[in-house]
Protein backbone atom coordinates (compact mmCIF):
# COMPACT_ATOMS: atom_id res chain seq x y z
CA UNK A 1 0.00 0.00 0.00
CA UNK A 2 1.32 3.43 -0.92
CA UNK A 3 -1.05 5.74 0.50
CA UNK A 4 -0.78 7.64 3.57
CA UNK A 5 -0.38 5.45 6.47
CA UNK A 6 -0.37 6.64 10.51
CA UNK A 7 0.36 4.88 13.49
CA UNK A 8 -1.39 4.28 16.43
CA UNK A 9 -5.19 3.70 14.53
CA UNK A 10 -6.50 4.04 18.10
CA UNK A 11 -4.95 5.61 21.27
CA UNK A 12 -6.52 5.64 24.76
CA UNK A 13 -5.00 7.43 27.59
CA UNK A 14 -5.68 9.18 30.65
CA UNK A 15 -5.83 12.76 31.29
CA UNK A 16 -2.15 14.14 31.94
CA UNK A 17 0.00 11.77 29.69
CA UNK A 18 1.60 12.57 26.82
CA UNK A 19 0.89 11.26 23.66
CA UNK A 20 2.93 10.71 20.20
CA UNK A 21 1.26 9.81 16.89
CA UNK A 22 3.25 9.18 13.71
CA UNK A 23 2.20 9.94 9.87
CA UNK A 24 4.20 7.99 6.85
CA UNK A 25 3.38 10.66 3.72
CA UNK A 26 3.20 9.40 0.38
CA UNK A 27 6.62 8.54 -0.77
CA UNK A 28 8.36 12.00 -2.80
CA UNK A 29 5.77 14.11 -1.66
CA UNK A 30 7.67 17.04 0.14
CA UNK A 31 4.33 18.64 1.77
CA UNK A 32 2.40 17.03 5.08
CA UNK A 33 -0.33 18.47 6.91
CA UNK A 34 -1.85 17.69 9.97
CA UNK A 35 -5.70 18.05 10.63
CA UNK A 36 -8.43 17.05 13.73
CA UNK A 37 -11.59 15.82 13.27
CA UNK A 38 -14.02 16.02 16.07
CA UNK A 39 -17.18 14.26 15.72
CA UNK A 40 -19.75 15.74 13.46
CA UNK A 41 -17.45 18.10 11.84
CA UNK A 42 -15.27 18.99 8.94
CA UNK A 43 -11.44 18.59 9.41
CA UNK A 44 -9.62 21.79 10.96
CA UNK A 45 -5.89 22.26 9.45
CA UNK A 46 -3.51 22.58 12.62
CA UNK A 47 0.05 22.47 10.89
CA UNK A 48 2.11 21.95 7.93
CA UNK A 49 5.51 21.01 6.83
CA UNK A 50 7.64 21.54 3.54
CA UNK A 51 10.19 19.13 3.67
CA UNK A 52 11.40 19.48 7.42
CA UNK A 53 10.66 23.01 7.11
CA UNK A 54 7.24 23.57 9.75
CA UNK A 55 6.01 26.55 7.84
CA UNK A 56 2.47 27.33 9.40
CA UNK A 57 0.95 26.72 12.93
CA UNK A 58 -2.98 26.98 13.71
CA UNK A 59 -3.92 28.88 16.37
CA UNK A 60 -5.56 25.59 17.53
CA UNK A 61 -2.30 24.43 17.92
CA UNK A 62 -1.50 25.03 21.66
CA UNK A 63 1.68 24.97 23.03
CA UNK A 64 1.09 21.38 24.20
CA UNK A 65 1.27 20.42 21.15
CA UNK A 66 4.80 19.78 19.29
CA UNK A 67 5.07 18.43 15.52
CA UNK A 68 8.14 17.46 13.54
CA UNK A 69 9.33 16.20 10.45
CA UNK A 70 13.06 15.91 11.20
CA UNK A 71 14.40 13.63 7.96
CA UNK A 72 11.29 15.62 5.03
CA UNK A 73 9.75 12.24 5.15
CA UNK A 74 7.50 11.31 7.87
CA UNK A 75 6.27 13.26 10.25
CA UNK A 76 5.47 12.96 14.43
CA UNK A 77 2.79 15.13 16.73
CA UNK A 78 2.93 15.18 20.54
CA UNK A 79 0.38 16.61 22.71
CA UNK A 80 1.71 17.02 26.16
CA UNK A 81 -0.45 16.64 29.31
CA UNK A 82 -3.76 15.59 27.50
CA UNK A 83 -6.93 17.20 28.53
CA UNK A 84 -10.46 15.46 27.48
CA UNK A 85 -10.83 18.11 25.19
CA UNK A 86 -8.10 16.64 23.17
CA UNK A 87 -10.01 13.92 22.36
CA UNK A 88 -10.62 13.67 18.37
CA UNK A 89 -9.11 12.11 15.51
CA UNK A 90 -5.87 13.29 14.41
CA UNK A 91 -5.37 13.32 10.75
CA UNK A 92 -2.50 13.36 8.66
CA UNK A 93 -2.24 14.17 4.85
CA UNK A 94 0.14 14.64 1.82
CA UNK A 95 0.90 16.39 -1.17
CA UNK A 96 3.27 16.87 -4.15
CA UNK A 97 3.74 20.05 -4.99
CA UNK A 98 4.05 20.12 -8.32
CA UNK A 99 1.79 23.04 -9.19
CA UNK A 100 -0.93 25.65 -8.18
CA UNK A 101 -3.54 22.99 -6.98
CA UNK A 102 -1.65 20.00 -5.27
CA UNK A 103 -4.33 17.23 -4.08
CA UNK A 104 -4.00 16.48 -0.90
CA UNK A 105 -3.88 12.68 0.15
CA UNK A 106 -5.57 11.78 3.73
CA UNK A 107 -4.24 8.59 6.36
CA UNK A 108 -6.70 6.97 8.14
CA UNK A 109 -6.47 8.80 11.11
CA UNK A 110 -5.50 7.98 14.76
CA UNK A 111 -8.40 8.42 16.91
CA UNK A 112 -7.66 9.88 20.81
CA UNK A 113 -9.58 9.36 23.57
CA UNK A 114 -8.50 10.99 26.63
CA UNK A 115 -10.05 9.73 29.50
CA UNK B 1 -10.33 33.87 7.32
CA UNK B 2 -11.90 31.61 4.80
CA UNK B 3 -15.48 30.15 6.32
CA UNK B 4 -16.90 27.11 4.46
CA UNK B 5 -21.03 26.55 5.22
CA UNK B 6 -22.51 23.29 4.10
CA UNK B 7 -26.37 22.19 3.60
CA UNK B 8 -27.71 20.07 4.30
CA UNK B 9 -26.20 18.57 7.45
CA UNK B 10 -27.96 15.03 7.00
CA UNK B 11 -29.68 13.81 3.56
CA UNK B 12 -31.70 10.91 2.51
CA UNK B 13 -32.69 9.99 -0.78
CA UNK B 14 -34.44 6.70 -2.12
CA UNK B 15 -31.88 4.51 -4.38
CA UNK B 16 -31.14 5.18 -7.59
CA UNK B 17 -32.59 9.19 -6.71
CA UNK B 18 -30.23 12.22 -7.23
CA UNK B 19 -28.63 13.63 -4.28
CA UNK B 20 -27.55 17.57 -4.19
CA UNK B 21 -25.28 19.09 -1.28
CA UNK B 22 -24.63 22.70 -1.69
CA UNK B 23 -21.85 25.16 -0.21
CA UNK B 24 -21.00 28.61 0.47
CA UNK B 25 -17.43 30.37 0.97
CA UNK B 26 -16.36 34.03 2.20
CA UNK B 27 -12.69 34.48 1.05
CA UNK B 28 -13.00 35.69 -2.89
CA UNK B 29 -9.08 34.67 -2.75
CA UNK B 30 -10.22 30.53 -2.73
CA UNK B 31 -9.39 29.28 -6.03
CA UNK B 32 -9.56 25.76 -5.56
CA UNK B 33 -12.89 23.25 -4.50
CA UNK B 34 -12.41 19.61 -3.53
CA UNK B 35 -15.24 17.50 -2.69
CA UNK B 36 -14.18 14.78 0.03
CA UNK B 37 -16.15 11.31 0.53
CA UNK B 38 -15.63 10.04 4.41
CA UNK B 39 -16.18 6.35 5.26
CA UNK B 40 -16.65 5.18 8.89
CA UNK B 41 -13.35 4.79 10.19
CA UNK B 42 -11.25 6.11 7.21
CA UNK B 43 -9.74 9.47 6.26
CA UNK B 44 -11.44 11.66 3.89
CA UNK B 45 -11.20 11.04 0.29
CA UNK B 46 -11.04 13.25 -2.70
CA UNK B 47 -14.20 12.72 -5.18
CA UNK B 48 -14.17 15.38 -7.44
CA UNK B 49 -12.38 19.03 -7.55
CA UNK B 50 -13.04 22.43 -9.39
CA UNK B 51 -10.77 25.11 -9.85
CA UNK B 52 -12.11 28.88 -9.77
CA UNK B 53 -11.68 29.14 -14.04
CA UNK B 54 -14.38 26.03 -14.36
CA UNK B 55 -18.23 26.62 -14.34
CA UNK B 56 -19.20 22.85 -14.00
CA UNK B 57 -17.08 19.22 -14.14
CA UNK B 58 -18.35 16.19 -14.44
CA UNK B 59 -17.08 12.73 -13.34
CA UNK B 60 -19.42 10.06 -14.70
CA UNK B 61 -22.59 10.39 -11.45
CA UNK B 62 -20.43 12.86 -10.35
CA UNK B 63 -20.79 16.48 -10.82
CA UNK B 64 -19.67 20.08 -9.61
CA UNK B 65 -20.60 23.29 -10.10
CA UNK B 66 -19.27 26.77 -9.12
CA UNK B 67 -20.81 30.35 -9.39
CA UNK B 68 -17.63 32.57 -7.89
CA UNK B 69 -20.02 35.26 -8.13
CA UNK B 70 -22.02 34.44 -5.76
CA UNK B 71 -19.93 32.32 -3.99
CA UNK B 72 -21.81 29.30 -4.29
CA UNK B 73 -20.58 25.61 -5.18
CA UNK B 74 -22.69 22.71 -4.93
CA UNK B 75 -22.19 18.34 -5.55
CA UNK B 76 -24.26 16.45 -7.51
CA UNK B 77 -24.89 12.82 -7.26
CA UNK B 78 -27.19 11.10 -9.96
CA UNK B 79 -28.51 7.51 -9.65
CA UNK B 80 -27.58 6.79 -6.16
CA UNK B 81 -26.33 3.51 -5.17
CA UNK B 82 -25.83 2.15 -1.67
CA UNK B 83 -22.13 2.64 -1.76
CA UNK B 84 -22.42 6.46 -1.99
CA UNK B 85 -23.78 6.27 1.82
CA UNK B 86 -21.03 8.18 3.70
CA UNK B 87 -20.19 12.03 5.07
CA UNK B 88 -19.37 14.31 2.21
CA UNK B 89 -17.30 17.54 2.82
CA UNK B 90 -17.03 20.45 0.82
CA UNK B 91 -14.07 22.19 0.90
CA UNK B 92 -12.50 25.79 -0.42
CA UNK B 93 -8.02 26.84 -0.66
CA UNK B 94 -7.86 29.86 -0.01
CA UNK B 95 -4.05 29.20 -0.36
CA UNK B 96 -1.83 26.31 -1.80
CA UNK B 97 -1.32 25.11 1.77
CA UNK B 98 -4.79 24.34 3.51
CA UNK B 99 -7.93 23.40 2.95
CA UNK B 100 -10.77 24.63 4.90
CA UNK B 101 -13.88 22.39 5.40
CA UNK B 102 -17.31 22.55 5.90
CA UNK B 103 -19.18 20.71 8.38
CA UNK B 104 -19.80 17.81 6.12
CA UNK B 105 -23.21 15.74 4.62
CA UNK B 106 -24.45 12.76 5.96
CA UNK B 107 -25.44 11.14 3.14
CA UNK B 108 -28.30 8.11 3.51
CA UNK B 109 -29.31 5.89 0.56
CA UNK B 110 -32.87 4.34 1.40
CA UNK B 111 -33.23 0.93 -0.40
Known amino acids: DTGVSQDPRHKITKRGQNVTFRCDPI?????LYWYRQTLGQGPEFLTY????????KSRLLSDRFSAERPKGSFSTLEIQRTEQGDSAMYLC?????????????FGPGTRLTVL | GENVEQHPSTLSVQEGDSAVIKCTYS??????FPWYKQELGKGPQLIID?????GEKKDQRIAVTLNKTAKHFSLHITETQPEDSAVYFC??????????FGKGTRLHILP
Open chain 1, 93 to 105: ASSKLAGVYNEQF
Open chain 2, 91 to 100: AATPRDDKII
Open chain 2, 27 to 32: DSASNY
Open chain 2, 50 to 54: IRSNV
Open chain 1, 27 to 31: SEHNR
Open chain 1, 49 to 56: FQNEAQLE
